[in-house]
Antibody
Framework: QVQLQESGPGLVKPSETLSLTCTVSGGSISTYYWSWIRQTPGKGLEWIGYVYYTGSTNYNPSLKSRLTLSMDTSKNQVSLKLSSVTAADTAMYYC????????????????WGQGTRVTVSS | DIQMTQSPSTLSASVGDRVTITCRASQTISGWLAWYQQKPGKAPKLLIYKVSNLESGVPSRFSGSGSGTEYILTISSLQPDDFATYYCQQFHTYSTFGQGTRVEIK
């Protein structure tokens, strides 16, 4: 079965770029959407954006100016880069596979990785 | 943005109780709705997709219904493993989640 594992630095300084990687095992990253979602006690679950296996992307408008999602099919990995981070970007970050309803780009998330906690602090 | 509002925020119930959680969207989402269960320290787990389709392996005591802007998750007979937080997610336009409903032991 497909498993997702997020990795990256747990601590990032304000104004720097947060970089995370999601490694997919047990299946190919082709033919699916791959999303990043973050969770904080205050804002709850927030969808960050997705990258499709074709390389196309769609971002949460609130993060679009700072966000880059990409994928490396040779490594079966999906990556997130979020620039100019602030304390508001402190969260648990999850990657999740997007399973789409036949014939549409709309999708739900299954499975999720276990998440990686990121703190933005100097 | 489509806002998702869950009610109640917290629900106290006993084993065997029938439990319902409501999720209201700020505009019609045409059935593009999923439900997730999250336990402390774990990632959310898909329960139901497209309103009422039960994910493989999810017990049949879970069910979903609704249309338009209002959707309901029902647990027909609450079991000890069901005490958790539940989230709805709309995937009509981008994706947004409800704020969660915590189901606690009464």
């Amino acid at each position: 079965q497909v498993q997702l594992q997020e990795s990256g630095p747990g601590l990032v300084k304000p104004s720097e770029t947060l970089s995370l990687t999601c490694t997919v095992s047990g299946g190919s990253i082709s033919t699916y959407y791959w999303s990043w979602i973050r969770q904080t006690p205050g804002k709850g679950l927030e969808w960050i954006g997705y990258v499709y296996y074709t390389g196309s992307t769609n971002y949460n408008p609130s993060l679009k100016s700072r966000l880059t999602l990409s994928m490396d099919t040779s490594k079966n990995q999906v990556s997130l880069k979020l620039s100019s981070v602030t304390a508001a970007d402190t969260a648990m970050y999850y990657c999740a596979r997007g399973v789409r309803f036949a014939g549409t780009p709309r999708h739900w998330f299954d499975p999720w990785g276990q998440g990686t906690r990121v703190t933005v602090s100097s | 943005d489509i806002q998702m509002t869950q009610s109640p925020s917290t629900l106290s119930a006993s084993v065997g109780d029938r439990v319902t959680i409501t999720c209201r969207a700020s505009q019609t989402i045409s059935g593009w709705l999923a439900w997730y269960q999250q336990k402390p320290g774990k990632a959310p787990k898909l329960l139901i997709y497209k309103v009422s389709n039960l994910e493989s392996g999810v017990p049949s005591r879970f069910s979903g219904s609704g249309s338009g802007t209002e959707y309901i998750l029902t647990i027909s007979s609450l079991q000890p493993d069901d005490f958790a937080t539940y989230y709805c997610q709309q995937f009509h336009t981008y994706s947004t989640f409800g704020q969660g409903t915590r189901v606690e032991i009464k």
